[in-house]
């Protein structure tokens, strides 16, 4: 199965530049927050839902739907009644967890580089 960064990146266009094709990978509201959830470990459906709060259902499985396609999240369901899903980082996945601790060392000094006038 090939994935959306699969089909870009064997493109072979010049002018596609690997920074906006992660962005568009990680492209939607909830997606960060749902890598970060998960940098914990392995967690059900539910357990996510409650965790990123104002997340509906189906915005949820939409976004967990396409970080799967790409290669980002590994999706497990259970043949038990109810059913049980569970939900974890890839390798690639992993990978964005600098790229997370990064972004979040940023925005906490940005505040600080406003109010100094920087």
């Not at 976004?63 to 396609?69: I, S, V, W």
């Not at 999706?75 to 390798?91: A, D, H, I, K, Q």
Request: some cysteine.
């Amino acid at each position: 199965m090939t994935t959306f960064l699969d089909d870009l990146g064997n493109s072979g266009d010049p002018q596609v530049c690997p920074a906006e094709l992660a962005l568009r990978v990680m492209r939607g509201r909830w997606k960060l927050m749902i890598v970060r959830e998960l940098s914990g470990g392995v967690r059900r459906f539910s357990s996510l839902q409650r965790s990123l709060v104002g997340v509906s259902h189906k915005v949820l499985t939409a976004q967990l739907r396409e970080l799967e396609t790409d290669a980002v999240v590994w999706r497990r369901v259970f043949s038990e009644v109810p059913p049980r899903v569970e939900y974890g980082l890839t390798e690639r996945g992993q990978a964005l967890l600098p790229v997370l601790d990064g972004l979040h060392a940023w925005g906490a000094a940005v505040p600080r580089a406003v109010e100094a006038g920087e």
